[in-house]
C-alpha cells in the first residue's frame, strides 16, 4: 500500500496545520499541501516532525481553486503511474485525526477496491468494527486507485460544498462500497462554530460567510437535479431542512448579518433551479 495524500489549505493557521498533519504524515508516502491561499513555507518547518519536510511537496497557486480541481490534481498524479501509489487520501486543514495508524491497519487488512472514510466526530456508535455506508465526506476518505478510475472526476462545478455527496453517488453507480471504520476517529469542523444566546440558553451555529451559502445552496439544488435516483425522499429533507429553509431561520435567530446570508441562500436556491452552473456569484 502506497498512499499520495492531499490537504487543501486555505489561509490556515500554521501551527495547527503541522499539528493535524504531524497525525498522519508518518504513514503517507508523500503528501501535497494545496495553497488555496499564500502560505509561507518556512514557516511550516518549527513546527514539523523528522518525517514531514521529507515528504511534503507544496502545489497550487495561491488562488482560491476551491476542493475538486485540487483533488483532481492528486488523482491524475496517482494515476500517472510514475511513483506507484496505490491509494489517495484526501484531507481538510482542520481535520484532527485520533489515531490514522489504525484505520491503515484496517484498510490493508480489507484489501480491496473500495472507498474508506472514518467514523468523524463519533457520529456512529456501533459495536461492529465497519459499516456500509451510502455517503463520506472528502476529509479522510481513501480512494483505492481502481476506485478513482471507475469514479472519474471530482465534479469541479461543484468546486467545494456537495463534491463528497457527488463521489459518494458516482461510487455507488459504479457499485463501489464506501466502509466506514467505525474505531477510527477524526475530529471535523464544519464552517466556522458560533456560540449565540437564543431567550438565555447557549446555541451553538456552523457560520458560513454569505458567497459559501450561495454556493452550498445551490449545490444541493444541483446535486437533486444530476442524481434523481440517489436524492431520496429523506436526503431532500435534509437539503431543504438543513442547507436551504432551515438554516435560513437559524441565521434569523442567531447570526449576524442576517439580510445578505439570507439573501444569498435564496438566491443559489433559485440559481439551481435555473441549471445556473457558473463560478459567479
Known amino acids: 500500500m502506497k498512499i499520495l495524500g492531499i490537504v487543501v489549505c486555505y489561509y490556515p493557521n500554521v501551527e495547527e496545520l503541522c499539528y493535524n498533519i504531524n497525525q498522519y504524515v508518518d504513514y503517507v508516502d508523500k503528501l501535497i499541501i494545496w495553497k488555496n491561499s499564500p502560505i509561507i513555507e518556512s514557516e511550516i518547518s518549527p513546527f514539523a516532525n523528522n518525517n514531514f519536510n521529507s515528504k511534503i511537496i507544496f502545489m497550487g497557486n495561491e488562488d482560491n481553486e476551491g476542493i475538486a480541481h485540487p483533488l483532481n490534481i492528486a488523482r491524475e498524479m496517482l494515476l500517472s503511474g510514475n511513483e506507484k501509489f496505490t491509494h489517495l487520501l484526501t484531507m481538510d486543514q482542520d481535520s484532527i485525526w485520533e489515531n490514522f495508524e489504525y484505520y491503515k491497519e484496517q484498510i490493508l487488512e480489507f484489501n480491496q477496491d473500495l472507498i474508506f472514510s472514518p467514523n468523524i466526530n463519533r457520529e456512529l456508535n456501533s459495536v461492529n468494527p465497519f459499516t456500509i455506508v451510502n455517503m463520506c465526506i472528502t476529509s479522510g476518505a481513501v480512494f483505492s486507485?481502481?476506485?478513482?478510475?471507475?469514479?472519474?472526476?471530482?465534479?469541479?462545478?461543484?468546486?467545494?460544498?456537495?463534491?463528497?455527496?457527488?463521489?459518494?453517488?458516482?461510487?455507488?453507480?459504479?457499485?463501489?462500497?464506501?466502509?466506514?471504520?467505525?474505531?477510527?476517529?477524526m475530529k471535523q469542523n464544519y464552517g466556522v462554530l458560533v456560540n449565540s444566546k437564543f431567550f438565555g440558553f447557549n446555541i451553538q451555529n456552523n457560520s458560513y460567510s454569505a458567497k459559501r451559502l450561495y454556493f452550498l445552496a445551490r449545490?444541493?439544488?444541483?446535486?437533486?437535479?444530476?442524481?434523481?435516483?440517489?436524492?431520496?425522499?429523506d436526503f431532500k429533507k435534509i437539503i431543504l431542512k438543513s442547507y436551504i429553509f432551515?438554516?435560513?431561520?437559524?441565521?434569523?435567530?442567531?447570526?449576524?448579518?442576517?439580510?445578505?446570508?439570507?439573501?444569498?441562500?435564496?438566491?443559489?436556491?433559485?440559481?439551481?433551479?435555473v441549471n445556473n452552473r457558473t463560478k459567479r456569484y
Open 219 to 233: 449545490n444541493c439544488i444541483l446535486l437533486w437535479r444530476d442524481y434523481p435516483k440517489e436524492v431520496d425522499a
Open 145 to 185: 486507485k481502481y476506485t478513482l478510475i471507475k469514479i472519474g472526476l471530482f465534479n469541479e462545478t461543484y468546486s467545494v460544498d456537495c463534491v463528497d455527496y457527488a463521489f459518494s453517488f458516482e461510487a455507488k453507480k459504479n457499485s463501489i462500497n464506501i466502509i466506514k471504520i467505525n474505531c477510527a476517529s
Open 246 to 273: 432551515g438554516k435560513a431561520v437559524k441565521i434569523l435567530l442567531l447570526e449576524k448579518d442576517k439580510f445578505s446570508k439570507i439573501f444569498s441562500i435564496f438566491l443559489g436556491f433559485f440559481a439551481g433551479i
